[in-house]
C-alpha cells in the first residue's frame, strides 16, 4: 500500500524536481499538492505547481493555493535571482496547460479533507515556507494523530543562504517554522542546508538526465537558469536539489541519516531573524526534531536521477 503524500511547494526549479520525484516514486501516491508564497508569489508558484502537474500527466491530483504571506511579519524577499522571474527557468510558458483551476477548498482546507479521509497516516512534506503547514496545526489539532511524519526542507544549523546563518524557507516566515519545529504532536524530520550544500548534482548529472527522454529534457532546461546562479554566486559548476533530497527521504524512510535535537527559531527582528537554533547539551528540553546532517550522497544523486529516468523514458511497445 503506497503511503499517502501531501506536497506543500513553493516551485521553484528545486520543487519541480521534486514534485516530479514523488510523482515518480511507486512507493507513495501524491494525495494533494498545495502551494505557498516563497521563491515566487503565490499566483506564480500555483500556476507552476500546476503546469508540472499537466506535465507528468497527473491534472488529477487535487491542487490548491494556501498563504501568500508570512503568519506575522511581512517579508518581501523571493529568490528569482535562482529561479527566475517566473520560478522556472523562464520556461514555465512552456509547459502544458493545467485541464482545470486550483481546488476552491484552499490548501488548509484539502489538507485537512485529505488527512479525514485517508485511513493509514499520511506523510506532509513542506519544501518552501512553512505557513500552510503552521496554519494546519493551528486550526486543526484534531487532524494531527492522522499525520505520520513532517518531513520538510528548510533550516541551517550553519551558513545561510538568504542572511548570514538563515536559510530561505525558514527566513520566509520564522514564527511558521517555530510553530512546527516546536510542537510534539506529530514527528518532524528537517532537511537542512548542512546536506543539502553537499549533494550537488553536477554538470555530468544535468547531462545524464537532460539525456533521460523528453520530460526530463525539459525539467533539465528549467535548472539552466538556476546552474547559472550557482556559478555566479557560489563559483559551483553543479546545483542543490535541496527539496528533492526531502521528498526522497519521505519516499523511502531512513535515507537519510538524522541526529535529534531540539531547535528554536529565532523570531525577532534583528540579524539573527530566521536563525535555527540547535540545543546540542545532553538531555536538553523540548521535543525532537530529526535533523537529516549526513546521507550516502552518491546514492542520494543516484537514486534521484533513477527514478526521474524511469518516469521520462517512453514505454516500451510491445
Ligand atoms: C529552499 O529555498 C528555495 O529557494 C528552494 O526551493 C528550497 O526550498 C532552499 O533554501
Ligand atoms: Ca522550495
Given at each position: ?8 511547494t513553493?516551485p521553484g526549479v528545486d520543487d519541480a524536481v521534486a514534485l516530479l520525484l ?26 507552476n505547481a500546476?503546469r508540472l502537474?499537466?506535465l ?27 529561479h527566475?522571474?517566473?520560478g522556472l527557468g523562464?520556461?514555465a510558458?512552456?509547459l ?122 525539459q525539467l533539465?532546461?528549467m535548472i ?19 527539496d528533492a ?74
Amino acid at each position: 500500500m503506497p503511503t499517502p503524500l501531501i506536497i506543500d511547494t513553493d516551485p521553484g526549479v528545486d520543487d519541480a524536481v521534486a514534485l516530479l520525484l514523488a510523482l515518480a516514486s511507486p512507493e507513495v501516491e501524491v494525495r494533494a499538492v498545495t502551494t505557498v508564497f516563497g521563491n515566487v508569489p503565490l499566483p506564480v508558484t500555483t500556476a507552476n505547481a500546476a503546469r508540472l502537474l499537466a506535465l507528468a500527466g497527473r491534472d488529477d491530483v487535487p491542487l490548491a493555493a494556501g498563504a501568500d504571506r508570512p503568519l506575522v511579519h511581512p517579508q518581501r524577499e523571493r529568490a528569482e535571482s535562482w529561479h527566475g522571474a517566473d520560478g522556472l527557468g523562464g520556461l514555465a510558458a512552456g509547459l502544458p496547460e493545467p485541464a482545470a483551476g486550483p481546488d476552491p477548498r484552499g490548501a488548509v482546507g484539502l489538507m485537512a479533507d485529505v488527512l479525514r479521509a485517508a485511513p493509514e497516516p499520511v506523510t506532509v512534506v513542506p519544501i518552501g515556507p512553512l505557513t500552510n503547514v503552521a496554519l494546519l496545526l493551528a486550526v486543526h489539532p484534531e487532524l494531527t494523530a492522522r499525520i505520520g511524519r513532517i518531513v520538510a526542507m528548510g533550516g541551517s544549523l550553519g551558513a545561510g543562504n538568504t542572511t548570514g546563518a538563515a536559510e530561505f524557507n525558514v527566513f520566509s516566515d520564522p514564527e511558521a517554522a517555530h510553530r512546527v519545529f516546536t510542537q510534539a504532536e506529530v514527528p518532524v524530520t528537517l532537511v537542512p542546508l548542512d546536506l543539502t550544500m553537499r549533494c550537488l548534482a553536477d554538470r555530468r548529472w544535468l547531462a545524464d538526465l537532460a539525456a533521460s527522454g523528453p520530460r526530463c529534457a525539459q525539467l533539465a532546461a528549467m535548472i539552466g537558469h538556476y546552474h547559472d546562479a550557482f556559478r555566479t554566486r557560489y563559483g559551483l559548476d553543479a546545483v542543490a536539489l535541496h527539496d528533492a533530497l526531502a521528498v526522497l527521504e519521505a519516499v523511502v524512510p531512513g535515507t537519510l541519516r538524522t541526529t535529534g535535537l531540539p531547535l528554536r527559531v529565532a523570531c525577532d527582528l534583528g540579524p539573527a531573524r530566521g536563525v535555527v537554533v540547535a540545543d546540542r547539551r545532553p538531555a536538553a528540553p523540548g521535543p525532537q526534531v530529526h535533523v537529516a546532517l549526513d546521507a550516502d550522497i552518491p546514492a542520494v544523486l543516484s537514486e534521484i536521477l533513477t527514478r526521474l529516468h524511469a518516469w521520462s523514458a517512453p514505454p516500451v511497445s510491445a
